[in-house]
């Protein structure tokens, strides 16, 4: 059926923020008048309007959200509310201009349910027991405790240290997620993840 730019606003509970990518794929830059016109007749506008927002990093005002997503401003404001209501999107204004920009710690939920829902728990255990071994052997290496310690001992031209820094970073971003994806395993049981994706933001 052909979306419709006039539907009314979509509520919050009818949110699916963890199959977000589901919604209508990826957002292509040089949208050409085909692909435009192909786009409108296949996803809503509130599905346009999400997936501008969820593949892109910068804020963006009402007008560029609605020249990527092929509709009105109007429209944008009217669907990005319950974005906004969610949590999912937030607002920023500077002077008299508001952009809008998805939110960090949805992205962060975003790939801690990716995980639950592609791995297994025992899967996600190994990750994470393989993750704490790489972080146990920098913390020996280096005789410290966190990453901001580690910092500050490091000479500015130690190449294999800030290496190592990095590492540490990213290997703490891998555990917390891992940790929260087998959190929500072991949550919801046996139960399908994306059985309700209504209550996708509770289980999180």
């Known amino acids: 059926m052909p979306a419709n730019d006039e539907e009314g606003p979509t509520s919050v ?22 692909v ?8 809503t506008a509130f599905q346009r309007i999400h997936a501008v927002l969820r593949n892109t990093y910068e804020p963006h005002t009402t007008g560029e959200i609605a020249d990527k997503a092929a ?9 990005i509310e319950p974005l ?6 937030e607002a920023r204004t500077t ?17 801690v349910a990716e995980l639950a829902d592609n791995h297994a728990p025992a899967e996600l255990d190994g990750k994470l027991r393989r993750a704490k071994t790489r972080l146990g ?5 280096y005789a410290v405790d966190s990453p901001t310690e580690l910092a500050e001992e490091l000479a500015p031209d130690d190449d294999d240290g800030w290496d190592d ?40």
């Open 36 to 43: 435009t016109e192909e786009w409108k007749a296949t996803a």
């Open 137 to 141: 052997d920098i913390e020996r290496k």
């Open 165 to 204: 820094l990095s590492k540490w970073r990213t290997l703490e971003d891998d555990r917390k997620r891992l940790e929260a994806a087998l959190s929500v395993k072991d949550y919801l049981g046996d139960s399908k993840w994306t059985a309700h994706p209504s209550d996708a933001s509770k289980h999180a």
């Open 84 to 89: 906004l209501d969610a949590g999912m999107v």
């Open 13 to 34: 509970a009818e949110l699916r923020p963890f199959e977000s990518d589901a919604l209508s794929g990826e957002v292509s830059d040089d949208l050409d008048e085909a």
């Open 95 to 111: 002077g008299n201009m508001t952009r809008y920009v998805w939110s960090s710690t949805q992205r962060r939920l975003n790939r």
């Open 71 to 79: 509709t009105t401003k109007p429209t944008v404001r009217k669907h």
